[in-house]
Each structure stands twice: as C-alpha cells, then as structure tokens.
T-cell receptor, first 115, second 113 residues
Framework: GAVVSQHPSWVICKSGTSVKIECRSL??????MFWYRQFPKQSLMLMAT?????????EQGVEKDKFLINHASLTLSTLTVTSAHPEDSSFYIC???????????FGSGTRLTVV | GNSVTQMEGPVTLSEEAFLTINCTYT??????LFWYVQYPGEGLQLLLK?????DKGSNKGFEATYRKETTSFHLEKGSVQVSDSAVYFC????????????FGKGTKLTVNP
C-alpha cells in the first residue's frame, strides 16, 4: 500500500531557530500533499495544501512566512517552521493523496517542542 | 461549508463490548466518507471508507454504512479488544480527489481488559 514517510518523528529546538520537517511518498507519486497541525486532545487542523511545482495554498489564519512549504518533487514536501517560538510546539502531520482506493495516507507525525 | 459532527468522548468499554461511535455530516454534493484511527504518538491510519450512498466500509471487524438519508456514517464493532484503544476520526471530502479532508473532533476509545 501507499506509504508516506515523515521525518523527524520528534525534534526539540531553541526559540528563534528554524526546523524543517520532511514528508516523502515512498512508493507512489504525490502531486498533492497536505500539512496538518494537531493540538493536544484535539482534531487535525489543516494548515496548507502543497502542490508539486507550485506555491502552497494556505488556510485562513496560517502565516505563510512562518510555515514555509516546498513541494519540489513528486515524492517530497517539506514544512519549515521559521523563527520558532514555544507556541509553535505541536504535533505536525503530513498527508498525501494516493489517487486510488486508499484515498489519503498519512505520515507518522512530528512532535515539535520549542524551548 | 462541509462539516463533520462526531460523538464526543471519551468512550470507555470492557473487552468484547459492542462499540458505536456516531458521526453525522453536512456537505454539498456527494462526499466520500472515512474513518481514521490514531494510536498514541502516531499519525493517522485509514480504517475504512465509503464513496457513495449505501456503501458499507469494513476493516478489522469495524463497519460503517454511508447513509445519505440521515447524513450519517456511524462506526461499529461487535466485540472490541484492548488493542482497539485509540482515537477515531470521522472525515469527509467533497470530491473524489485533490480535495482536503474535513475531520470531526475525534473520539478517544479506551478498552479495558
């Protein structure tokens, strides 16, 4: 089945630094990927839709300059949290549309802690 | 807009009990409906899906039927196990592809031995 690999699974960084999270489709090409943020005990909030070769589409209220998304190839999308602050600490999950009966497949998530 | 209303938890059951997690939706057109499961510290896994009215999705003993007349997609399992303890999310997309998933708030299930 379609597999999405997300790295790192967890990261701790200092306030003011930037962190990059990678999302790779291992056995299929992902034209469209999605980035979600999940707060403790809450549902997933869609942050942006990433399209290969074009600019990402951000949801209302998401700062595009803070959460940089790059989808340079059909198998890789990256989310960079720039100038991270403690309030950016969260669980980030990527997802890719598989285009078949699987529908959408998710990465295992990245726990970001900003200290 | 599209939305999903999901039964609030947490839900605590004993092993071998019957499970129902209610899910209703609001959407234009003919959405596809999904149930995802999230185990602690992990991403989401597709549990089952249904793409048109009266379809029944099933997997690992879980079932859900796409009921257009009641705009519902309730998740059921006849006999839960401790290993089913997780958070369950109901979700929909308005079209077949390249459309974002809209999630319910999730229901945490705990199954005790």
């Amino acid at each position: 089945g379609a597999v999405v690999s997300q790295h790192p699974s967890w990261v701790i960084c200092k306030s003011g630094t930037s962190v990059k999270i990678e999302c790779r489709s291992l056995d299929f090409q992902a034209t469209t990927m999605f980035w979600y943020r999940q707060f403790p005990k809450q549902s997933l909030m869609l942050m942006a839709t990433s399209n290969e070769g074009s600019k990402a589409t951000y949801e209302q209220g998401v700062e595009k300059d803070k959460f940089l998304i790059n989808h340079a190839s059909l198998t890789l999308s990256t989310l960079t949290v720039t100038s991270a602050h403690p309030e950016d600490s969260s669980f980030y999950i990527c997802s890719a549309e598989t285009g078949d009966l699987y529908g959408y497949t998710f990465g295992s998530g990245t726990r970001l802690t900003v200290v | 807009g599209n939305s999903v209303t999901q039964m609030e938890g947490p839900v605590t059951l004993s092993e071998e009990a019957f499970l129902t997690i209610n899910c209703t939706y609001t959407a234009t057109g003919y959405p596809s409906l999904f149930w995802y499961v999230q185990y602690p510290g992990e991403g989401l896994q597709l549990l089952l899906k249904a793409t048109k009215a009266d379809d029944k999705g099933s997997n690992k003993g879980f079932e859900a039927t796409y009921r257009k007349e009641t705009t519902s997609f309730h998740l059921e399992k006849g006999s839960v196990q401790v290993s089913d303890s997780a958070v369950y999310f109901c979700a929909l997309t308005s079209q077949g592809g390249s459309e974002k998933l809209v999630f319910g708030k999730g229901t945490k299930l705990t199954v005790n031995p």
